[in-house]
């Protein structure tokens, strides 16, 4: 949202420049992204179109954007980075390049400096992580298998980890055959080759936003078009999906019902059924993201799509990564029918197979049961660190509001509307010493300006005191500057 | 190649039934591929237009092709799984799931039973697997990183296994820098990786022809026309480049210059130049695949396209799964430039990172020296197992001939073309107890029926001769079949 102060020293059209090319250096604003006319622009802020007309000619004039006559004011430059257009050795880049180039995540990687406390990434703490656990397992495993456990594996996956899935699954009220496992490099592959089995480029796809940022970065690197679908607390809405899916004519529905990824919803039962109603009806296929449904430390969550799924539109995609080793990148996709041979075909297509000997360890681990006894623990760590989280943000940053997750690993903030933007707030915390994920990594269409999420597993409760603090002083300080008493917002940015 | 035996007791129309539901059970021809013309077909044989009339009837009563007024007839069926259009649950599916289906690959497998001895894979014989090293690298990543080695990487990979890495390239004369280092899952994903960044669906990808299979694979996942350039004993030929260009403005060059799969030829130097120059004046991206150079076992092969390359405008992918550990799947991609980045995404979207443990134990091997010292037993070992092969050749298949690599893993081997093709052989050779590559697998034109592709590295000795032997019996078994007088041949099929 755009604040104008017209106290300020500084004229309104440089304001309106210095909104824009904050919004463009962050990737808000990507390459390929149309501005506002001009007039309407200045009708939406209440001030003279001249002043836009100058913010523009600025930005034009420094190569941020251009203009065509009778087609518009279009973005041209990516932050730093020379546009992509003009790499001297590699020719034309295709479509999808553009959209690519455009990520805010990039602005991440601030947070990852030493002196950080990093509430910003999708990982568990690295205390939690059994190194032992995984140590013992590929030591069997290699003195059981030999050159086995180090040669090619079939794409499918190695057959015992695919019974032992299967298995788990079954317990989960899930019904599927070991021949319907197929596995992949941890959750996200098994999304990708979802999605690249059900969808050509120029698609649409469904999905719940805010979202999954991964899921974004593979509609973009497929060149998919995401549609989002508002959330609240009962989870994703099914209310206008109908009317979406006529308007669309989407090719997939994303979703990940329990223990949302951003906002740790968890999606009703009765909503549950009522999409897999309109899906049947509409013959769309879901792919359901369950990779933190394992992850529940207050109640039990309703059964999945997977396992309420009457009509065989689900294919179900989860991981050990988010219960157990990140960095193992074991993942997989249940699946019926005749989707499966497709999908195999496609996994061989992009690695050949996943690792054998982390597949066979990953067995070993479940076939051991002290799986389930580490999960047991991550789920009462989890618990304690959400309380440490809720303490926090009530003493330290009271203006804001936050979700109560029953599982998962992340808390969704609100910040309010009249402070800083999650953007903003996020290079001042970084400079105070402290870093989350801003709203806008999440969603389909730049939304989420003043939403955050933390991670509350990533540090303990120390840490979170700590870092909770920096976060509120990097806010209030941020908000003393919002306090100027005349301004006006443009819903638009 | 169809052959009619007119002194048969079996009527023409059935042999040309016979011929066309082979190839399409065996994959050859492809659901979605275009019959000829009934009189064409009957033209180009000399036989009655009824012949072949009452042969595409007979396939339409079974399902296996189907005609179209005014469009001609066009293979439905694939073997023995019915259509992919059927699917009931899933809706309609993207035109690639077509051609995907179509997989003469799937086949392979009849040799994976133990007691067949098999030559066709692509991988090294499980007795060159260093599992106590893998072991001893893994242990003590684990004792020295703790849960950094089983957390999430940097899309990019674990930077000082870059920096091994680039200054490996760097002995063989690449000039890359670590931040040019793209770690990947195996050689496979690099290639992938590479074609999802260039390419977009419908371009073309110009390939050696014969080519590596897994190539094909990625054309037909991604949606791109491979277009093939002829192999001779210098390598690819580089006399057609230039108006292949012009006619078919291809997007990227793939070749493996070096050993290259399956006819194990090294490129000329001259070539090598010639087709960067070729390559610049086009503006012509090059994916170079160099998995196989370390292996070398007669001689050293001209400096690579990567280390000539002025333009900037070559890819080097490549991995240690031959030389090493398939099962890793730790493999590279060397780009310069803004591509770098694109590429990091791409992965991202992919599959997030290559598994830490897995890139730390690979760079404490490199590190350890130990891996160069297993590089000269691997070599040894290969250049005994073809002498072994070229031995069991000469002794039990004189009719044949084939190629006398100086590296690389591969025999490339060509039988008279009046006995079986290869796929006839293959079914044969299976039932007896040994299996191969079909030389279709490598073609982007089903061109190969009579080549066929050994492994010189996956067995022993003992097991080259026992399967030899085997090969030689079942051809010569066929081949008796073949020794009718009256035969005509037919270049189309």
Redesign the interface.
């Known amino acids: 949202m755009l604040t104008l102060n017209r106290d300020s020293q500084e004229p309104i059209y440089q304001q309106i420049k210095r909104h824009l090319r904050h919004q463009i250096e962050t990737g808000i604003l990507a390459p390929g992204d149309r501005l506002p006319p001009t007039r309407d622009l200045a009708d939406q802020l209440g001030v003279a179109r001249i002043s836009v007309v100058a913010a523009y000619d600025e930005l034009k004039d420094e190569g941020a954007i251009s203009a065509t006559v009778g087609r518009g004011t279009y973005v041209t430059k990516l932050g730093d980075?020379?546009p992509?257009e003009t790499?001297?050795?590699?020719?034309s880049?295709?479509?999808?390049?553009r959209a690519?180039?455009s990520?805010l995540r990039d602005l991440l990687r601030l947070a990852a400096r030493p002196d950080v406390i990093d509430f910003s990434?999708g990982?568990p703490a690295?205390?939690f992580?059994p190194?032992d656990m995984?140590?013992d397992a590929?030591?069997m495993v290699?003195s059981r298998d030999?050159?086995?456990?180090?040669?090619?594996?079939s794409p499918e996956g190695y057959a015992p980890l695919r019974e032992a899935i299967a298995a788990s699954l079954h317990v989960r009220g899930i019904e599927s055959h070991a021949d319907e496992v197929l596995i992949?490099?941890?959750c996200?592959?098994a999304l990708?080759l979802g999605v690249?089995?059900?969808?050509?480029?120029g698609?649409v796809l469904l999905t719940s936003n805010p979202t999954y940022a991964?899921i974004l970065?593979?509609a973009?690197?497929?060149?998919v078009t995401p549609v989002g679908i508002s959330v609240d607390h009962d989870g994703m809405q099914t209310s206008t999906l109908e009317s979406l899916i006529i308007e669309h004519r989407p090719?997939l529905l994303y979703v990940a019902p329990t223990y949302h990824n951003p906002t740790g919803t968890v999606m009703s039962l009765h909503r549950r059924r009522h999409l897999l109603e309109i899906a049947a009806a509409h013959?769309?296929?879901i792919l359901e993201d369950g990779v933190y449904e394992s992850l529940s430390y207050a109640g039990s969550p309703p059964a999945s799509l997977k396992a309420l799924d009457e009509?065989?539109?689900v294919l179900y995609a989860s991981s050990f990564?988010k219960i157990f080793?990140?960095?193992?990148?074991i993942g997989y996709l249940a699946v019926?029918?005749?989707?499966y041979?497709?999908l195999a075909?496609?996994k061989?297509?992009?690695?050949?197979?996943?690792?054998?000997?982390?597949q066979r360890a990953m067995h070993a681990v479940l076939e051991s049961g002290r799986l389930w006894e580490h999960l047991a623990y991550v789920q009462k760590a989890c618990l304690i660190r959400r309380t440490a989280m809720f303490d926090a943000l009530t003493q330290r940053l009271p203006e804001a509001q936050w979700s109560e997750p029953s599982g998962g690993l992340y808390l969704w903030v609100e910040l309010p509307a009249d402070g800083p933007t999650a953007t903003e707030l996020f290079m001042e915390a970084v400079r105070m010493g402290v870093g989350f994920a801003m709203g806008p990594l999440f969603h389909t269409d730049g939304q989420g300006a003043y939403h955050l999420r933390l991670n509350i597993a990533a540090q303990d409760a120390d840490q979170i005191q700590e870092g909770i603090q920096r976060l509120g002083k990097a806010w209030h300080k941020l908000a003393a500057d919002y306090a100027a008493p005349d301004r006006e917002s443009v819903p638009f940015l």
């Open positions: 980075s020379p992509l790499n001297p050795t590699l020719g880049l295709p479509g999808s390049a690519q180039a990520d990434q990982t690295e205390d992580l190194v995984i140590r590929i030591n290699l030999g050159a086995a456990a180090v040669a090619y594996e992949t490099g941890g996200q592959q990708d690249q089995a059900l969808m050509n480029p698609d991964g970065d593979i973009r690197a497929r060149g090719r013959r769309l296929p009509a065989g539109l990564s080793l990140p960095g193992m990148r019926s029918g005749r989707l041979q497709r075909r496609v061989r297509a992009a690695d050949v197979c996943t690792p054998a000997l982390n």
